[in-house]
């Protein structure tokens, strides 16, 4: 494998420290491109520097354009966005980056499956269960009559988490209603941009991610684990989490469902198993690298480095075998969980029946500390990224 010069956006996000540690173990020159320009994957000793740039939410345009001038003055022959703000940014702007690969599929594609509703009906249309939902096209859409005729609780989730402006974009958060007067609540308060939005019939259950890369129709590599703890506690980003084997039929399905988009790079297919029937609902994908990537890497699969390769025309072999029942913990994020269980109520965090209650809860946390896992920030042979966080936790306190 080639030495390559690759540059690596949003620097404060962790999967963009699993990316740098990947791909700096793998030999390659990666620089960093932050808002700040000291960032946590800068603070890695595998990052030649960290280049802050404006960010890409707040000024898409000026994202751009100091990342087309970053790659040129670099040499860069990869790019690689991590955000999906960075992503909708980047783009539709290839032609600035002339000479410089990035590994993603077109803005179109990136955009239809970014695009909840469209994957939905996409995945209902071969097969994979979806939740009961309703599609909100605008706020006075949902009357109190309609609300009153779903099924509680229901999760509310715009149909873009990132959704584009007048020379900016928003990003979006899922909520939570147990009733119509709750959801009509949350519904006034959402901003006009949050909309389309779809209210979805609530799956309790433990979520299941399946995660794949894809290039020229084949699988490269395939990955699947489950969420033991989020953050915040009722649904979001993993912070303790554990691979699994991954299931034939639901790979199968995933690959099928990427395929209707004509899916080239990697992607993130999650699913909710219902606790009660043990079926998977599908719950979205993310055509980006995720949250828990570290998890994958350590498990064995190199995902970052087989990007890398599949889209310099490196061919690598398929991988499809990892260890199954390896354990990766977000430290802070976890800490920063346990605090909200201790600090907020069962209804005002909108917990699931299943939820362990706070003495549980800590419990819990104290047991996973104990047992065997690794901490996906602190690696002893790279520790400045995991001081670098616990400085900014402290100073957020």
Do not use: C
């Amino acid at each position: 494998m080639s030495a390559r010069t690759i540059l690596v956006t949003d620097g404060e996000q962790r999967s963009a420290l699993a990316l740098v540690r990947s791909l700096g173990r793998a030999g390659h020159r990666v620089h960093v491109a932050s808002a700040s320009g000291r960032s946590l994957a800068g603070s890695s000793r595998f990052a030649r520097a960290d280049h802050a740039i404006p960010e890409a939410l707040a000024a898409p345009a000026a994202h751009v354009d100091a990342l087309a001038a970053l790659a040129r003055s670099l040499g860069a022959e990869v790019l690689v966005p991590v955000t999906e703000g960075s992503l909708l940014a980047v783009l539709p702007a290839r032609a600035q980056f002339d000479g410089v690969t990035i590994p993603f599929v077109d803005f179109e594609q990136f955009s239809a499956i970014s695009d909840k509703a469209r994957v939905l009906a996409e995945a209902r249309a071969i097969g994979i269960a979806v939740p009961e939902a309703i599609n909100v096209a605008r706020r006075e859409e949902l009357t109190a009559e309609v609300a009153r005729l779903l099924r509680y609780p229901v999760v509310l989730k715009p149909s873009r988490s990132v959704s584009a402006g007048a020379g900016s974009a928003a990003k979006h958060d899922v909520r939570h209603a147990a009733d119509a007067a709750e959801l009509m609540r949350i519904a006034g308060e959402l901003p006009a941009s949050a909309f389309p939005l779809l209210v979805q019939r609530r799956i309790v259950g433990p979520g299941q991610g399946i995660f794949l890369l894809r290039w020229d129709g084949r699988t490269v590599a395939r990955f699947a684990h489950r969420r033991l703890r989020e953050k915040p506690p009722a649904g979001g980003v993993s912070v303790y989490s554990e691979s699994v084997a991954a299931d034939d039929a639901l790979v199968a399905k995933s690959e099928s469902l990427l395929e209707r988009f004509g899916w080239r790079g990697v992607a993130m297919v999650e699913y909710k198993l219902d606790a009660a029937t043990g079926t998977p609902y599908l719950m979205e994908v993310n055509g980006r690298f995720w949250g828990s990537l570290q998890l994958a890497i350590d498990a064995g699969v190199d995902f970052p480095a087989l990007l890398v390769r599949a889209a310099m025309n490196e061919q690598p072999a398929a991988v499809t075998g990892y260890r199954v029942g390896a354990r990766n913990r977000w430290w802070w994020g976890d800490v920063d969980q346990l605090l909200t269980r201790l600090r907020r109520s069962r209804r005002r965090l909108s917990l699931p029946p299943d939820m362990p209650g706070r003495l549980r809860a800590i419990g819990e946390f104290v047991a996973a500390t104990l047992a065997p896992g690794r901490n996906e920030v602190l690696h002893l042979d790279d520790p400045r990224p995991f001081v670098h966080e616990t400085l900014n936790w402290v100073r957020g306190r």
